[in-house]
């Protein structure tokens, strides 16, 4: 009778342990288990992130991931001093090569990444062709030459100066012609811009010493400073761009990946008369993550190889390393895939971006221009604290 009980006993035992596991109950907990990721973005990402199916996604594969939002310098300099993060994931190289200098990291991944491009209008368009700043290539994309713009920078010409614009004629702004940018103290794309201009300011060659910087420094801070007050996000000047539109920003500095999401989405904020044109020459903002947890790793490879996440990548609009994954998702829904962009160059070392950043701050500060304030400025460590006490141990695997 002892061996009949023993083995009765086992048998319901077993049972119980199967039926936690189809039923997922509490006692166990076996079922719906996560764990929980946070990382540090570039705010152009945090609708991808945001994405429900985006969300399910990592749910499926074991992970709760949550993102918090900065600059690419403030990931590389001050934002993973405030939290423990499982990893970063600025929008340039150069950002995440200081940050690989500075932290122990895993590994990094490039998932994707984003032409620069200028947001403006047909009328604007018609103008800039006038005065060589602008041309339609042979695929039928707009090229803005950096070169030709930053003499009208130097000249200091307004919009009522150009060829067929007298009197306000097409344009009636008597301001002076500037592409609208972020922050260069805050935003990686105004540092991209920077890249850009010090490239052609410095006759083609990439700024690598103080003397170069030197030679150049009168052109950045024109394009900077003379445009006032800047938005720390690159979200604030493509919204007043699809907003406002024509009056308030006729030219806007943006990755390509902000138009092409917004053409995809068919939400009707992209009009007829809104034309993308691409810097020549230009810089590739190349996404970095750098992971510093396991579950880190898990992050940047699901970016990397999921194909669903990678064909949701391409419909917000980035550039991922399959471009006939880019092409479909932007052909299914109707939008014309752009030409690959091959008039690029590269960034300056991270070191040499910093030193005329720095530089400039002085200027803004000097001209009384306070920086913008960012989204996440203040709570991130206590964010940071109330997340590190509910996070699992290192070693313990998600549950799949």
């Known amino acids: 009778m002892r061996r009949v009980g023993g083995v009765v006993l086992a048998v319901l035992l077993a049972a119980g342990v199967v039926a936690a596991v189809v039923i997922g109950t509490d006692g166990f907990g076996l079922i719906g288990r996560t764990t929980p990721v946070t990382g540090v973005i570039g705010s152009e990402k945090r609708p991808f992130f945001e994405d429900e199916r985006v969300r399910e996604i990592f749910r499926d ?28 994931f600025p929008s340039s190289a150069p950002a995440g090569r200081k940050i690989e200098e500075e932290r122990e990291v895993r590994q990094s991944y490039e998932p994707f990444y984003s032409p620069m491009a200028v947001a403006s209008f047909e009328p604007i368009v018609r103008l800039l062709e006038g005065a060589g700043v602008v041309s339609q290539r042979d695929d039928g ?58 490239y052609v300011a410095n006759d083609g060659r990439v700024v690598t010493d103080r003397a170069e910087e030197d030679a150049v420094f009168d052109v950045l801070r024109r394009i900077f400073l003379d445009q006032g007050f800047s938005e720390s996000s690159s979200e604030g000047p493509f919204q ?17 990946s902000q138009f092409l ?6 939400d009707g904020s992209i009009t007829d008369d809104m034309v993308l044109l691409y810097p020549s020459p230009s810089v590739l903002s190349q996404h970095t993550l750098l992971s510093f947890t396991e579950p880190g790793d898990a992050v940047g490879d699901l970016l990397s190889t999921d194909p669903e996440l990678q064909r949701l990548l391409a419909e917000y609009g980035f550039r991922v390393p399959d471009r006939s994954v ?62 590190d006490a509910d996070r699992p141990a290192a070693d313990q695997p998600p549950v799949r």
């Open 141 to 198: 994309s707009y090229a803005f030459d950096m070169a030709a713009y930053l003499e009208l920078v130097e000249q200091r010409a307004r919009w009522t100066d150009l060829p067929g614009n007298a009197d306000g004629a097409v344009y009636p702004a008597d301001r002076e012609v500037l592409v609208t940018s972020t922050d260069v103290r805050r935003s990686n794309s105004a540092a991209m811009y920077l890249a850009i201009a010090s």
């Open 240 to 256: 007043d761009y699809l907003t406002l539109g024509l009056g308030r920003a006729p030219l806007v500095l943006a990755y390509e």
């Open 261 to 266: 999401q917004r053409q995809v989405s068919g």
């Open 326 to 387: 880019f092409a479909a998702a932007l052909e299914d829904r109707g939008v014309e895939v752009p030409p690959d962009v091959v008039d690029t160059v590269d960034t300056p070392s991270y070191e040499v971006l910093e030193r005329m950043i720095v530089r400039l701050e002085g200027e803004y500060s000097a001209a009384g221009l306070a920086p913008a304030p960012t989204d996440d400025e203040g709570d991130a460590a206590a964010r940071g604290a109330a997340r």
């Open 61 to 88: 594969n074991g992970y709760e991931v949550t993102v918090e939002t900065a600059g690419s310098r403030q990931i590389a300099t001050e934002a993973l001093d405030q939290a423990d993060y499982d990893f970063a």
